[in-house]
């Protein structure tokens, strides 16, 4: 059957469709009984009639990583709760989709929400969960009242509730609306906020989510795109699957590109199989008319920034090896070799009309902003890098200023509970690295504010 899809909605030739199969197609909707003619729900059949682990070994051999954006193997994750464990197990689909740059989660939860529920009924059987959530960001009002129905959808035709199918397997998944803080997207922030607490997140270790999560029981927490990766694995096979891709890095991902390109939107691509040059050219059609690409950021405002002129060296030794910035493959161990990070799929492009004091700025607010305030390199750093790169932005800034701001990134790296502090940082620290010149050249001596006492020395010493 030919699928068709809205008009220009359709795949790329360099697209391959996994995830985003049924996403802005012309003959879809998110109703149960739409899903019930694609397939859906029978893999979630031929699951209950599996043993838990097999499951899980299915998910291992797949290499499925995390898309949330640690990259963290799944089935590994999964593996960590305690074989003797006598507490309830949870399983947590993080729908806090919050990390600048990123906004494929929300076309999953909108156009296809029984994807996400059977991968998560899947994978609370292959966890031992009995109870499930959904926790789902206040801005997405209309993708909770969609998941709701869906549910509804699934109580009804008998895959959720008591004996699902026959099985003897019962479970509940519950819909919880957080308030919008980024902070809830770390997954310790996001189990304390849903058990109605300030969202501080926790310390690891002890408190790993597989051993101590949720009321201090196993708790798996996965994105919302790993949990729709669950039901494609358990239908082809993890052997299979981990054809998709390349080494360490199988399968398929949805990268998000906005910016500053022709044709910005969202793209669905086999792990490592697409460069930057084909995605921001042959993909994305390219920079707008008269400009030329500066620079991006990868993997969501978190990650480090790439100049669109660097090289790289990667590998070790013999294996060693200089890669062009246009080479990079799309996958987590090149970006990482890079020095900087898939992440969550985020890609923001800039073009030579941005002034890097703009974005660094831009990025500096966001995180002030978002800051829990529970650490305190994170709670006064991020104030004092907005304020300082306010100054900069504005055309007030010292060339002191560009060395303060970096001895604060540094101070606030590795130095708090959560990787907030490393998300707040790291994009500081480069930018700075990389277009120091370009910010020392916004800056002025002029600009230095003098005391009564050095304007009278200075007076003083002036030639008769």
Not at 378 to 385: L, S, V
């Amino acid at each position: 059957m030919s699928i068709q899809y809205k008009e220009g909605k359709e795949p790329l030739a360099q697209e391959h469709r996994l995830i985003f199969r049924n996403i802005d197609r012309s003959d879809w909707d998110p109703s149960m009984e739409r899903a019930l003619q694609d397939g859906y729900y029978e893999q979630m059949k031929k699951a209950l009639t599996m043993e838990p682990k097999a499951i899980t070994d299915e998910v291992k051999k797949s290499g499925l990583r995390g898309r949330g954006g640690a990259g963290f193997p799944t089935g590994v994750k999964w593996g960590f709760i305690p074989p003797n464990n006598t507490k309830p197990v949870y399983l947590i689909c993080n729908c806090d989709e919050s990390e600048p740059g990123t906004f494929k989660d929300r076309y999953i939860v909108h156009q296809d929400p029984h994807q996400l529920l059977e991968g998560m009924i899947i994978s609370a059987f292959a966890v031992g969960a009995h109870v499930a959530y959904i926790y789902i960001r206040e801005e997405f009002p209309a993708a909770a009242h969609i998941i709701e129905k869906a549910i509804a959808e699934c109580h009804e035709k008998g895959f959720l509730g008591k004996n699902i199918q026959g099985s003897g397997f019962d479970l509940e998944i519950h819909i919880h609306r957080g308030a919008a803080a980024y902070i809830c997207g770390e997954e310790t922030g996001l189990i304390e906020s849903l058990e109605g607490k300030r969202p501080y997140p926790r310390i690891k270790p002890p408190y790993f989510p597989a051993a101590l999560g949720l009321y201090m029981a196993p708790t798996i927490v996965n994105n919302v795109e790993s949990l729709c990766h669950v039901k494609h694995i358990l239908e082809m096979g993890g052997d299979e699957y981990a054809k998709l891709g390349v080494a360490r890095n199988t399968g398929t991902r949805i990268l998000c590109v906005s910016g500053d390109v022709k044709k910005p939107g969202y793209f669905e691509v086999e792990v490592g199989k697409v460069t930057m040059r084909e995605l921001l050219y042959d993909m994305c059609g390219g920079p707008k008319d008269g400009r030329e690409f500066k620079a991006v950021i990868p993997g969501g405002s978190s990650s480090k920034i790439l100049r669109c002129d660097e090289t790289f060296k990667i590998g070790r030794g013999d294996d060693a090896k200089d890669l062009d910035f246009w080479d990079i493959q799309m996958d987590f161990d090149t970006l990482a070799a890079c020095g900087s990070m898939a992440g969550s799929g985020g890609v923001i492009v800039l073009d030579d009309s941005r002034k890097i004091s703009w974005v660094l700025n831009n990025i500096n607010h966001f995180y002030a902003h978002e800051s829990c305030g529970q650490c305190t390199p994170c709670r006064e750093g991020n104030g004092w890098m907005k304020k300082v790169s306010d100054r900069i932005a504005s055309g007030k800034g010292t060339p002191n200023d560009i060395d303060t701001l970096e001895s604060i990134a540094y101070q606030i790296d590795g130095r708090t509970i959560c990787a907030f502090g490393e998300a707040s940082s790291w994009p500081v620290e480069a930018i700075i690295a990389k277009y120091r010149d370009e910010l020392l050249a916004e800056t002025s001596e002029a600009n230095v504010v003098k005391s009564a006492e050095q304007l009278e020395r200075e007076k003083f010493l002036q030639p008769v």
